[in-house]
C-alpha cells in the first residue's frame, strides 16, 4: 500500500507549518497496518494523518 494524494498533501502542508514555527519532524511513518502516515515533532507532538488527510493530534 501507498500513502494516498490527500494523505500527501496534508504531510507537505503540516510539514510547512512546522517548519515555520521551527520544530523539527523527528520521525516519519507509513503504517501499513492502518493506513496512516505517523510524524513525531519535537520530542513530544504525535501527527496522525488517516487516509482521506485528516489530522488527528495525540
Not at 503540516?14 to 497496518?33: A, F, G, H, I, K
Request: glycine share 4%; proline share 2%; aromatic share 6%.
Amino acid at each position: 500500500m501507498q500513502p494516498t494524494i490527500e494523505q500527501l498533501k496534508a504531510f507537505y502542508r503540516l510539514c510547512v507549518r512546522v517548519s515555520n514555527l521551527l520544530q523539527t519532524v523527528e520521525l516519519t511513518r507509513y503504517d501499513t497496518r492502518s493506513q496512516r502516515i505517523i510524524v513525531l515533532i519535537g520530542e513530544t507532538i504525535q501527527v496522525e494523518i488517516l487516509d482521506n488527510g485528516e489530522e488527528l493530534i495525540r
